[in-house]
């Protein structure tokens, strides 16, 4: 069991992930970062506009899609 936050980010996570990146995040994720962690990296999306909750923001900001449609292999496969 990790005992802080470094230890539990240095963890790979298997299961299926995709990333929306929003330019005004005011904690963006690396993408660099995202591919060593995130083994199953199948989508890597960077939106023109939108922040910490582009849902709220302007209406189809979110980017989530069905997990089930994305065919193809991972980003870091």
């Given at each position: 069991m990790?005992?802080?936050a470094e230890e539990e980010n240095?963890?790979?996570v298997t299961v299926p992930t995709a990333v929306s990146q929003f330019p005004a995040d005011p904690w963006p994720t690396a993408?660099?970062?995202a591919e060593r962690r995130y083994r199953n990296l199948y989508r890597?999306?960077?939106l023109g506009r939108g922040g910490h909750f582009?849902?709220?923001e302007y209406a189809g900001a979110?980017?989530?899609r069905d997990p089930?449609?994305?065919p193809g292999p991972p980003v870091n496969g």
């Open positions: 990790p005992r802080g240095a963890r790979p993408r660099r970062w890597w999306t960077e582009p849902g709220l979110a980017g989530v089930g449609s994305v």
